[in-house]
């Protein structure tokens, strides 16, 4: 008669799952690689509005210093035509006051086209901070979801480490406890059989 094989049901079996800091590896990676774009971008918007600021404050300036001039020749040629005869002098400053006139209306159309850029950037620099904050907020959000698993796996590895070593616990037991028992119930029922 053969004996077949036998193999203990309570064995080890080898541990095929990897292991949690290989699974988070990459995501980390992707994290970092996230995180650097965001600031990538931040510092990119902020040198844009930054330019953008420093452009419309230079054709401010430039704008003023051009009215300062135009009127300060309006001014000069207006003294010059009262010293000057009755007749040219009313057509000159009729003239001068239509130029003048359409000289501010033109710069009250640049100055609103300025102001109208200037608004426009502040919403652009709201909508970009909308955007930052949002990646920001979908950034912790990912960063917990991240910490969450890693924390429920490691949770998992304990709770299976405890076990298997509660079941390599029991089973030494059995291996120190059955064949003493049966020795000692052995040599009882030897003693009972031969001396009683």
């Known amino acids: 008669m053969k004996r077949g094989k036998f193999t203990m049901s309570w064995k080890d079996e080898p541990e095929t799952t990897q292991r949690p800091e ?9 994290l970092n690689q996230t995180l650097k774009e965001i600031r990538n971008y931040q510092g990119t918007q902020i040198q844009l509005q930054s330019k953008q600021q420093i452009e419309l404050t230079e054709q401010l300036q430039q704008i003023e210093q051009a009215s300062q001039r135009v009127n300060q020749a309006f001014q000069t040629t207006l003294n010059n035509l009262e010293n000057s005869r009755e007749i040219n002098k009313r057509q000159l400053i009729e003239t001068l006051k239509g130029a003048h ?7 009250r159309k640049i100055n609103q086209k300025t102001i109208d850029v200037l608004k426009q950037i502040n919403n652009d620099q709201k909508s970009n901070n909308e955007t930052l904050e949002n990646l920001s907020n979908n950034l912790n959000q990912t ?31 059995l291996y120190a406890v059955i064949p003493a028992g049966l020795l000692s119930g052995l040599i009882f029922w030897l003693l009972m059989h031969f001396f009683a």
Not at 101 to 107: A, G, M, R, Y
């Open 143 to 173: 960063v917990q979801e991240m910490m969450d698993q890693v924390a429920n796996r490691l949770v998992g590895e304990i709770n299976q480490t405890h076990k298997k070593m509660s079941w390599f616990e029991i089973k030494n037991y």
């Open 101 to 107: 006139k359409q000289f501010k209306e033109q710069t």
């Open 22 to 30: 290989t699974q988070i590896q990459p995501d980390l990676t992707e």
